[in-house]
């Protein structure tokens, strides 16, 4: 059996998961995400490195837009085959891809109103990168799988899923392929999360693998401890009370803002804070917290555990979730101290900025970061400490509490993963280190290597590995 593993992004890089698996004639791609990094946004339009049509199935890890964000393009450009699954992945994937949609037709319209007021050109077409429609015409390609089923893709070719840790439904893919001694296994890490993070399992390891494509988001870093977490969202609430501030959280839709929930609950059994209202004001959290709700299958032990005895995060006391834009509004005539979850997650568009205009310059008020920010956006000016803000169009100075949650990652730090690793029965014979900004894959190879002896590779972009 003839295998060759060819990298088509996350190669070096975070964001544009997807990797080509071809075994005898049979080619699988494992993730399409769409690239989020700025400076390779322009892959989102290059072609296919090889023909959609050719491929005869995708291996979706999981519903992060990094991983799954260009599927519209790829069925769009010919591909027929099916996409394979959690069913809660399938479930979170439509909402993040007609939101991505969304956003993709909107780009394209401001982008075209500005060139005409402008009379300039950009780099890339007037027109979306895929449209509403695009998104809903590749649902239908969607095949669920239950974690732990075989699945016969091809002719001597198995495919299983496991439990990756990460976000609802979040896994790592097995392939194995051929027959008898000359069987070969890779193993897909997708990303993986934390153990002992909130609401869902933690992540197993499928038995052995020859070969490993691991992430390495924070393969060069070490986590605060998860606990700490909550002693600081505790803090940040207890003080911001006394104030007589309101506490406005940005947020993804996605797994972070069910943990604030998560982490709420808690506290508020163990009388660590006061009763306040809580609003969750993203249409998309909401939705998504309704998948959440569907999939109790997924829990861990103390996530059923509060289930069974009606104590669910879903339905904290004083949580209210918001779906109109005039309840949102509402929010804001609310006497004493509440707390507000919103998206985006990083300040560039959604809810969030109409409550940020609002708290930002009330010393009472506290902004309270819980994800990565990233260069250039708003998100990351307040966190960094910027004295004067624009929002909306309108300046505001920044007199508000910033504090930044430590500790809150959805993906395992350098000891977490090689932990990961080490739960494999045998050594494999090679280690692909991808899904990581150079340093930190680099480093995590070279940590790999020093600790188990391992033969370690970094690949780079469009690279191809022959598995023999
Ligand atoms: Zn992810």
């Known amino acids: 059996m003839k295998m060759k593993l060819r990298f088509l992004g996350a190669a070096q890089n975070v964001t544009g998961s997807r990797h080509l ?14 690239y989020q990094e700025r400076q390779f946004l322009a892959r989102n ?18 519903a992060h837009l990094d991983h799954c964000g260009l599927l519209p393009k790829l069925v769009r450009e010919g591909f027929r085959g099916k996409i ?27 982008k075209r109103k500005r060139h005409e007021r402008t009379g300039k050109k950009g780099p890339y077409p007037e027109v979306p990168l895929y449209t509403i429609q695009d998104a809903l015409n590749c649902f239908p390609h969607f095949e669920p799988v239950e974690y ?3 699945i016969d893709i091809a002719e001597g070719i198995e495919v299983s899923f496991w439990e990756a840790g990460h976000v609802l439904g979040s896994s790592t893919i097995r392939v194995s392929a051929g027959k008898g001694r000359r069987r070969k296994t890779v193993l897909f890490s997708g990303d993986i999360g934390r153990p002992d993070r909130p609401i869902i399992h933690d992540a197993g390891l499928p038995g052995h693998a020859d070969y490993v494509v691991i992430e390495s988001t ?9 606990q700490e977490v909550k002693k600081q969202i505790a803090e940040v609430i207890n003080s911001t009370q006394k104030r007589g501030g309101n506490i406005v959280v940005p947020s993804f839709a996605l797994e972070r803002s069910q943990d604030i929930l998560y982490y709420l609950n808690e506290l508020l059994m163990e009388d660590a804070i006061p009763h306040l209202m809580v609003f969750l004001d993203s249409p998309m959290a909401a939705q998504i917290t309704e998948i959440f709700r569907r999939h109790p299958e997924l829990f861990d032990k103390d996530m059923s555990r509060l289930i069974e005895n009606h104590q669910s995060p879903f339905d904290l006391p004083g949580l209210k979730i918001t779906a109109t834009s005039d309840e949102s509004k509402a929010i ?5 101290t ?9 300040c560039t568009g959604g809810r969030i900025k109409h409550h940020l205009a609002n708290n930002i310059s009330r010393k009472e008020s506290t902004i309270m970061f819980v994800g990565y920010q990233s260069i250039g956006t708003l998100g990351r000016l307040i966190a960094d400490g910027i004295k ?41 014979k090679q280690v692909f280190v991808v899904h990581g900004e150079s340093k930190s894959a680099l480093a995590f190879g070279k940590f790999v290597r020093q600790k188990t002896g391992w033969n370690t590779v970094v690949p780079e972009y469009n690279q191809t590995i022959e598995l023999d």
Not at 84 to 106: F, G, M, R
Not at 332 to 336: E, L, P, S
Not at 338 to 346: L, P
Request: glycine share 8%.
């Open 332 to 336: 804001n005539h609310i006497k004493g």
């Open 84 to 110: 394979y699954c959690t069913q809660a992945t399938a479930e979170l994937a439509e909402i993040i891809l007609l939101d991505s949609a969304k956003l993709q037709e909107e780009d394209a319209e401001h």
């Open 388 to 428: 004067n803000v624009r929002i909306l169009g309108q300046k505001y100075k920044v007199k508000a509490h910033v504090v930044k949650i430590q500790g809150f990652s959805a993906h395992g730090d350098k000891n977490e993963l090689l932990a990961w690793l080490e739960k494999l029965k045998k050594a494999p």
């Open 45 to 62: 339009w290059d072609p296919f490195p090889v023909s959609p049509s050719s491929i005869d199935a995708v291996l979706l890890t999981h």
């Open 218 to 226: 924070y393969g060069d870093r070490i986590h605060h401890r998860t």
């Open 148 to 150: 732990g089923q075989i």
């Open 21 to 34: 698996l071809e075994a005898d004639g049979i080619r699988l791609l494992v993730d399409c995400g769409l």
């Open 338 to 346: 509440v707390m507000i979850i919103a998206g985006a997650g990083m």
